[in-house]
């Protein structure tokens, strides 16, 4: 598809934007002095209408997730071409996998634990019960059935959780070879690094097997994954020094302790976090093409994000400092 055809849906991400939330909408909330005043912060904002529900219930989750479900549907109305966006949307939808699997193992109610967004549970569902979809992408059906025969051989409800997380990055390198287009292409194999980095630094922290990581680390980014798993025989220090020579150089040195010189797998979250962002920073910038589209929809979510670490910050107390430090990176920074 031809960069030109995005540039009505741009149009309309411009104005999506401009309903964003600035990074001084979450400074005052953050220097608001109790929950309710940090929650009505959000009555000059789109999320308003949410406002007295926000007090009442302090079900923040629930409502956030009911607004990136109306970001979602919008932006699909917007895109000439939805695979776009089920590349955004397949977080939730692997999440809602995993959900729909553990009900299946286990026999348990999870239905509080779904997510508005993506292919709809009722069909997620009955791909779970019969292997087949006319609906949905093949990739699914090929991680359901990976991880429907790990459990039956070896019934470890949590290698749900591994299996899924891998399949979910080779089904999004596989949407974004279908589509075609190098910059899409391009996004999805650094946001694949990035998570392999951060994932890696925590299987190193918790002394994780070889083997651990042969599982859950993706082969579908850019750094060769058998280079990463060797790295997990490192500890962290090492680890950090070997990396600090790669392309992410400057990603590794923010997550280093500087105290310890071991790479720090809190820093490192909210490093390749904010590093995407400003990958997303430029690619809004596009005025052809599909990036501003995703990089509208990784800036709601990131919206989403802020959002909830602020009022679970306010609503448990803790100091203004604790919850700015965790703060990601705002659209506008």
């Known amino acids: 598809m031809e960069d030109t055809a995005y540039a009505s849906a741009n149009v309309r991400i411009r104005v999506f934007e401009t309903n964003l939330l600035t990074r001084s909408h979450y400074e005052r909330m953050i220097d608001a002095p109790s929950y309710d005043e940090a929650v009505n912060v959000l009555r000059d904002t789109p999320y308003r209408n949410i406002v007295d529900d926000l007090k009442e219930t302090k079900n923040y989750d629930k409502y956030l997730m009911q607004q990136l479900h109306e970001t979602f549907e919008e932006v699909y109305q917007s895109t000439p071409q939805r695979e ?102 391009k996004i999805v194999g650094f946001y694949i690094d990035l998570n392999n980095l951060s994932t890696l630094t925590r299987a190193i922290k918790q002394k994780r097997t070889r083997n651990f990581l042969v599982t859950i680390l993706s082969s579908s980014g850019t750094i060769p994954k058998e280079e990463l798993v060797e790295l997990g025989r490192e500890n962290l ?14 990603i ?78 705002s659209y506008d920074a």
Not at 130 to 149: C, D, Q, R
Not at 238 to 248: P, Q, W
Not at 304 to 318: C, P
């Open 84 to 185: 776009l966006v089920d590349i955004a949307a397949l977080r939730y939808s692997y999440h809602n996998l995993k959900v729909l699997l553990k009900e299946r193992f286990t026999g348990e109610d999870f239905s509080s634990l779904y997510i508005p967004v993506g292919p709809r549970v009722s069909e997620l569902r009955q791909a779970i019960h019969t292997k087949e979809s006319a609906e949905l992408h093949p990739a699914f059906l090929e991680s359901i059935e990976e991880a429907m025969t790990d459990y039956e051989e070896y019934q470890n409800i949590q290698a749900i959780n591994i299996i899924l997380d891998r399949r979910y990055f080779t089904h999004m390198k596989q949407l974004a070879d279908e589509m075609g287009n190098e910059d899409v292409k």
């Open 237 to 250: 220090v090492t680890a950090g020094k070997v990396l600090r020579e790669g392309k992410y150089r400057s």
């Open 252 to 329: 590794i040195e923010e997550s280093i302790d500087q105290e310890t010189q071991e790479l720090s797998p809190v820093k490192i979250d909210l490093s390749t976090d904010d590093a995407f962002m400003r990958r997303m920073q430029d690619a809004k910038l596009q005025v052809f093409g599909p990036l501003p589209i995703l990089a509208f929809l990784y800036s709601k979510e990131n919206e989403v994000k802020n959002i909830r670490l602020v009022l679970a910050g306010k609503e448990n107390r803790l100091p203004a400092e604790k919850i700015r430090e965790r703060l990601r990176m």
